[in-house]
């Protein structure tokens, strides 16, 4: 029998694939169902929600851009609600609502507005925003890590917000032609925008890590002791990235290590990857991360999320490498795509550390323990943004200062409040 | 989708009535989809009187009907053909599922390309069921059996892919069962269970040689087939936690058809399969998963333990919070606890670990430790709540204490009750206000009977004008159950409820309310003596499972055996000497004994006992009445000499065994020579009155160096020579009578 590999299990992969063929709202359980048994999670729930909203575009039935509205925004705060923990779904959807208000405005005010963008700039987005408060010149640098190439970088592609730094080759042009036709008054039009901005988002997504990466050999130095906790997917990529330029010393921190898995077979692809570039490997796994930090020169987190006041949603022990770090000074640098900057208080949730499963800690097997202990396993934590010093986004690194500009570029003040509207 | 319920007159074997014609046949339907067979009925009452209203699959666990978790795991494994069958309350679980957006056939949300509810008129057991459903020949290729009240978040896809491979490598590997390890450890779900599996696993393959039953109230031995030796390296497991997960091949659908008594999966099918292997040569594995979560709310023992898991997350993501049904509104709060979005809380509440459902309100002052409340209910003032779980629409008022207990829907519990711990009480009861129910016997309060007509309230159970009475299991209702053992099986059932107190005990002890008074001793001790049973037997398995070959165990085997021995035989029942028999032959076969052992373990208690009576504070018996009672007082204890200690009838074994006597009267200590020896002829006497031993036999021993190679030894022998003699002359009149020379 031939599919004797096939998995059963439903995936991310699987629905994506039968997406097009099935009913909008099968589609939609399907991803909400998905994400609360947690068989997606992480950085599949950006491109998971996008593709969902694209559905959502080009099925519902609507024959307004409020209706439209109504739609993205009732779909986006049900997914919301599925996975309260994961912020990106809700800047996912602030995002393709600010698209639509863009489109919609473009097409109402024909043509006046944009030509200036179009002028100078390779690609304009179809999300720029209607008033984009452009914030030009240069940003102050305050981290010492921070080089002025990159931020040059940094504030030219403020004007040219979706788009990325001109070194990137990823961007394609042809997506999306400058859409201020006037033609496109009636919905069919709009919807087929909508889309081209959806999938620009995606790509958006899609390259983040990539283009993250390239800022690495910026803050990594020849003989560096890097210290990363849990790496992420894009922190990942960033110290291959980095080690194709540089050699230093990466430490893997954790507290524990996982039971079973030998350490030559955790992170096999890093691994492999860093020891063919001729970079040293540490696993590290205590919690004396203290003792280590002397001798480290900068840490590396990936984030989940960045909020408005500059704190990160990371995966939970970040804090404790944090604060280490701040207590001998060591620049603490945060990997975070701009679609991950979320345009909330951090005092509207009352916490936002999701809490997971205890068996990480405690192995069901152990009858005594699992009466005496009270187990919370948190898997993300909120860390507080005095312990930040850099974040590098797939803009370019920031200071904490311009968080809130890059927010204001990429959603829409209809949006920022779009907490109270969910009933998040 | 839906069957017609046929009339159950007509009892005819199976006369299983479906409107549709089984929809595929076998062949018909695609290998790569995932089949499942839900088994909603469990033909069980160990959830009543609950379950005299509600069948078990909707009982709610954590505030959501349990087959809500069942459906969610098949969901989440890619199951997408889904087989439900009902029995009891059919109509009842077949409207939940219509109902329910997420699962009804015609929802276009449904995960499930199919789901068929399959009803069986006539079926009296789990094993009609599946006899029917091959029957239908819906099943196509690999599916997955599972009960309607499994919890699980274990992912199959290994244990498939396992069990693909293996059945490609051998058609006869028919079946994978899915078996959580809970560690050696004393540990809540391990107890819950009530019946300890006995796995024997072999240890390199996963394959389930044996399978045994045992529970507290059995046995507290295990016999191993000889034909598991023969596999190598075994592995004997008690500490499983049975999911009931199996994955199946459409042939074992098959052997359910080919064995009609079959009613259990496992007390039933998996041992008799296991049993006859030489006969079908079916091979059954097991998947031991020691990550993540698979439990079944088989009783409610298991229901208390997984409701504490579910709150403390250990069945993640299949907790409050993910808000599994659909209109759930679980956030978390401090203390552990989960809050629907519209629950009001007084103010100085202390609210811990607990669930509380939508439009629930809690009065000021009120205290709720790790329990779950369901919606729309009224909890009042100062209440204590603790370790309980209460359904929707329950009233609690001001001042009552809830210990430990179930409250189903629509109870009210008046003013300043207290409900002692491991209560149970039903839909609409009502206990009128300061009513103390009576703790011992754990009340279980119900308004119908256990025939299901509406019981004569008993107002010194709920108060002047409470409404329902005290319920009572009629003994017979078991008698169809798990085989028959009614008698035991009540015990059981009970003694599977006082694990729920048992359970308590050690998390009560943590809490801080003082409410300690409702266990009395009488419970406790219940409680101690299986723990000890419990651990003895653990003892035992060790035993049986450790291939070490300490030196110490045939000194373990000879104390324990002849201990066992001659307790049997001192006991004062009529009871059969059977069960010592039985417990022996455990030991023996635990201990890998050898005959030579298991022969002087059997004289040593024998002559034990014997002396035991001819001392004065046992009746002073002379010594030839005291060998006649030592060995006849007890039915079968002759013949267990016979079997047991000589095995064969030959004269070699007969003269070892009467040297075996010999030397244990030497061994016994103050007794006087003379007696001793007085004692051995008159044991040997008796044993050839009996036909134990045969003249030949005697005249062997007699005869043998080994039997007076020491002068204690000769003194001893010395007065047997009158009885030997007298054999000798008596040689050729006393022909045997019924002789059998066996050949061996």
């Known amino acids: 029998m031939a599919p004797s590999q096939a998995t059963y299990a439903p995936t991310l992969a ?56 109504d739609a993205v925004k009732s779909t986006g705060s049900r997914l919301v609600q599925a996975a309260p923990h994961e912020p990106v779904i809700g800047n996912i959807e602030r995002r393709v609502l600010g698209l639509i208000r863009d489109e919609a405005s473009e097409d109402r005010n024909a043509d006046d507005f944009g030509i200036e963008s179009v002028s100078d700039i390779q690609s304009l987005a179809p999300a720029t925003p209607a008033v984009p408060p452009l914030r030009p010149g240069p940003t102050v640098i305050r981290a010492q890590t921070m080089p002025t190439v990159a931020s040059l970088q940094a504030s030219k592609s403020m004007f040219n917000l979706l788009s990325v730094g001109d070194t990137l080759d990823a961007y394609s042009t042809g997506a999306s032609t400058p859409v201020s036709q006037p033609q496109a008054a009636n919905t069919h039009a709009l919807k087929d925008e909508v889309i081209n901005g959806i999938e620009e988002i995606m790509d958006e997504v899609n390259t983040t890590g990539d283009q993250i990466a390239n800022f690495a050999d910026v803050h990594i130095y020849p003989e560096d002791y890097v210290l990363v906790f849990l790496p992420s997917p894009d922190v990942e990529r960033y110290l291959i990235k980095a080690a194709t330029k540089r050699k230093f010393t990466v430490l893997i921190a954790s507290f524990d290590l996982p039971k079973g898995v030998p350490i030559d077979a955790q992170y096999p692809v890093l691994r492999k990857k860093l020891t063919a570039a001729g970079v040293k490997m540490i696993r590290l796994a205590s919690n004396g991360l203290m003792a280590y930090m002397p001798r480290v020169n900068k840490v590396i987190f990936g984030a989940k999320a960045v909020f408005q006041n500059g704190g990160a949603l990371v995966d939970s022990g970040c804090c404790i490498a944090a604060r280490a770090a701040q207590e001998y000074s060591k620049p603490v640098i945060v990997l975070s795509g701009v679609y991950k900057f979320c345009p909330r208080d951090t005092s509207t949730q009352v916490s936002w550390a999701e809490l997971g499963d205890p068996s990480t800690y405690i192995n069901y097997e152990d009858g005594t323990a699992v009466d005496s202990f009270e187990i919370e396993d948190t898997t993300a934590e909120y860390l507080p943004p005095e312990f930040i010093d850099v974040y590098v986004t797939n803009l370019g690194p920031q200071t904490r200062d311009h968080l809130g500009s890059i927010m204001a570029d990429h959603y829409k003040p209809e949006e920022m409040g779009i907490a109270l509207h969910l009933g998040a | 989708m839906s069957g017609k319920q046929g009339n159950r007159a007509s009892a005819g074997a199976g006369s299983a009535k479906s409107k549709k014609p089984p929809k595929g046949k076998a062949e018909e339907t695609r290998e790569d989809v995932l089949q499942a067979v839900v088994l909603a009925d469990s033909f069980q009452d160990r959830f009543r009187p609950f379950t005299l209203e509600t069948p078990r699959c909707l009982l709610p666990l954590a505030n959501v009907p349990v087959i809500e978790y069942t459906l969610e795991f098949l969901a989440a494994n890619g199951v997408q053909e889904v087989f439900l069958y009902c029995g009891a309350h059919s109509s009842a679980i077949e409207n939940h599922i219509n109902e329910s957006r997420r699962w009804s056939p015609d929802s276009i949300l449904s995960p499930f390309s ?12 789990i094993g009609d069921f599946l006899r029917d459903l091959d029957k239908r020949g819906l099943i196509g290729g690999d599916f997955i059996l599972v009960h309607g009240d499994l919890v699980a978040n274990v992912e199959l896809e290994d244990a498939l892919a396992k069990h693909r491979a293996r059945r490609e490598a051998n058609r006869d590997a028919c079946m994978t069962m899915v078996l959580r390890s809970a560690g050696v450890k004393r540990h809540r779900a391990a107890e819950a269970r009530g019946i300890t599996p006995m796995f024997v696993v072999d240890s390199s393959t996963g394959q389930c040689l044996q399978y045994e039953e045992l529970h507290p109230l059995s046995d507290h031995y295990a016999y191993l087939d000889p034909a598991v030796f023969k596999h190598g390296d075994f592995e004997v497991r008690t500490d499983l936690i049975d999911s009931g997960i199996d994955i199946c091949t459409p042939e074992v659908l098959a052997l359910w058809s080919e064995s009609f008594d079959y009613e259990l999966p496992r007390k039933n099918f998996l041992h008799g399969v296991l049993k006859d292997w030489e006969l079908n040569g079916k091979l059954i594995y097991t998947e031991i998963v020691e990550k993540g979560y698979a439990a079944r709310a088989s009783n409610l023992g298991m229901y208390n333990s997984m409701s504490k898991d579910i709150l403390e997350r250990w069945t993640f993501p299949y907790v409050p919070d993910s808000n599994l049904a659909f209109d759930q509104t679980y956030r978390r709060a401090k203390g552990g606890s989960y809050f629907e979005a519209d629950v009001s809380i007084g103010k100085g509440c202390d609210i811990t670990k607990s669930a509380i459902g939508n439009a629930t309100t809690v009065g000021a002052g009120s205290t709720i430790k790790r329990s779950t409340i369901g919606r729309r209910c009224k909890i009042g003032k100062n209440v204590k709540i603790e370790g309980s779980y209460i359904w929707d629409d329950t009233e609690i008022k001001d001042n009552s204490v809830v210990d430990c207990s179930i409250l189903a829907s629509y109870v009210t519990i008046g003013n300043g009750c207290r409900v002692p711990k491991g209560s149970l009480i039903s839909y609409g009861v009502q206990i009128w206000d300061g009513k103390s129910l009576q703790p011992e016997p754990a009340p279980r309060i119900s308004l119908l009977t256990d025939t299901g007509s509406p019981a004569e309230t008993n107002p010194s159970f709920v108060g002047q004008d409470g409404k329902g009475a005290f319920y009572q299991e009629a003994v017979e209702e078991d008698s169809d159950e798990e085989g028959g053992d009614s008698a035991a099986l009540a015990r059981l059932q009970n003694s599977m409820f006082y694990s729920l107190d048992g359970l308590n005990l050690s998390s009560s002890s943590i809490s801080t309310l003082a409410s300690h008074d409702s266990f009395d001793s009488e419970d406790e001790d219940a409680d101690g003596g299986s723990f000890q049973q419990d651990s003895s037997r653990k003892r035992l398995l060790s035993f049986a499972s450790d291939d070490s070959g300490n030196v110490s165990k045939s000194d373990a085997f000879h104390g324990d055996a002849v201990h066992g021995l001659v307790d049997a035989l001192r006991a004062d029942d009529n009871e059969d000497f059977d069960s010592a028999k039985l417990e022996f032959m455990g030991l023996r076969l635990a201990n890998n004994a050898s005959d030579s052992m298991m022969r002087r373990a059997i004289a040593v208690a024998f002559v034990r006992r014997a002396s035991e009576l001819l001392e004065p504070e046992n009746g002073g018996l002379e010594p030839t009445k005291a060998a006649e009672v030592a060995l006849t007082s007890k039915n079968g204890a002759v013949k267990f000499i016979k079997e047991v200690g000589l095995g064969s009838e030959k004269t070699a074994q007969q003269s070892e065994f009467a040297l075996a006597l010999q030397k244990a009267l030497l061994g016994l200590k103050g007794l006087e020579v003379m007696r001793a020896s007085t004692l051995l002829a008159a044991l040997l006497q008796q044993l050839y009155h009996q036909d134990v031993l045969e003249e030949d036999g005697i005249l062997a021993w007699w005869a043998d160096a080994k039997s007076s190679e020491s002068d204690s030894l000769a003194k001893i022998k010395d007065k047997c020579r009158v009885l030997v003699e007298w054999l000798e002359n008596a040689d050729e009149e006393e022909s045997d009578d019924d002789e059998e020379e066996d050949s061996d």
């Open chain 2, 114 to 125: 199919s789901l068929e509810f399959i009803r069986v008129s006539d079926a009296s057991s």
């Open chain 1, 14 to 69: 699987k629905l994506l694939k039968s997406l097009n063929g099935q009913d909008l709202e099968t589609s939609i359980e399907s991803l909400i169902f998905l994400l609360k048994r947690r068989q997606v999670k992480g950085d599949q729930c950006a491109s998971a929600t996008l593709h969902i909203l694209l559905q959502v575009v080009a099925k519902a039935k609507w024959r307004n851009v409020d209706q439209l509205l």
